[in-house]
């Protein structure tokens, strides 16, 4: 186990990057619950990998997302609706992570849905450099479905009731006020935290971890590099 500040962090993430050799691109999983910071961490780590040249591409699961009225034909707060429903694997595979893997042509789109219309999407193809790296975040990425599509594998473990109160607080401050808390309460309580312990107990996604960071602490991370 190491602690050290985000630039510490980004540091040791970037040497875990820059050491596993591919033919194609490295495909990175960012994966934790919601509300661990798993974006954030991406976006640092893009920075920091840009600023030594890479080539990265930045895609998230949520433009992976199926539409509204299948996410949601179990219930709005349904955890297996969440864990089984919401997201369109067949297609980040199609698109995204077999172009970019062992074979692939490289010819990519990074987006298939749009959360806010609630419509798809279909953005330009785009081919990746053979040397790109591929940052993608979200949740149950290391499930048996999507396991042996990433070259480096990166948990964010926050406590689920930290997740909690950092949803509570995103959520005032996207409201700009305390309106609309009782939802994600109860979101997190029925839906989100139950969808989690379901994929912990089925996929045990930390055992699956080359990476693990413990970002209870934003300042002042600890992290855990494994052997798989």
Not at 21 to 32: M, Q, S, Y
Not at 43 to 50: G, I, K, N, P, S
């Amino acid at each position: 186990m190491n602690q050290g500040s985000r630039g510490d962090l980004m540091g040791r993430l970037a040497e875990a990057t820059e050491s596993v050799t591919t033919t194609h691109p490295l495909r990175v999983a960012i994966d934790g619950p919601p509300a661990a910071g798993k974006t954030t961490l991406a976006d640092e780590l893009a920075a920091v990998l840009r600023a030594q040249g890479h080539d990265i591409i930045r895609a998230t699961i949520d433009d992976f997302l199926f539409p509204r009225a299948h996410r949601y034909r179990r219930g709005q707060y349904s955890a297996e609706g969440c864990y089984f429903d919401a997201h369109d694997h067949d297609a980040l595979c199609r698109v995204l992570l077999d172009p970019l893997g062992p074979g692939g042509d490289r010819r990519f789109q990074q987006a298939v849905y749009d959360r806010d219309t609630d419509t798809p999407l279909s953005p330009p193809v785009t081919t990746a450099p053979a040397d790109a790296v591929l940052l993608f975040d979200g949740v149950f990425l290391l499930r048996p479905e999507l396991i042996d599509r990433w070259d480096l594998r990166i948990f964010v473990s926050v406590p689920f009731e930290r997740t909690v109160d950092r949803a509570r607080i995103r959520g005032t401050a996207l409201a700009g006020s305390a309106a609309g808390t009782t939802d994600i309460e109860r979101s997190w309580r029925n839906r989100y935290i139950p969808s989690q312990q379901l994929y912990f107990a089925t996929a045990r996604p930390t055992d699956h971890a080359d990476i693990i960071v413990y970002n209870d602490e934003l300042h002042r991370p600890s992290w855990e590099v494994r052997s798989n």
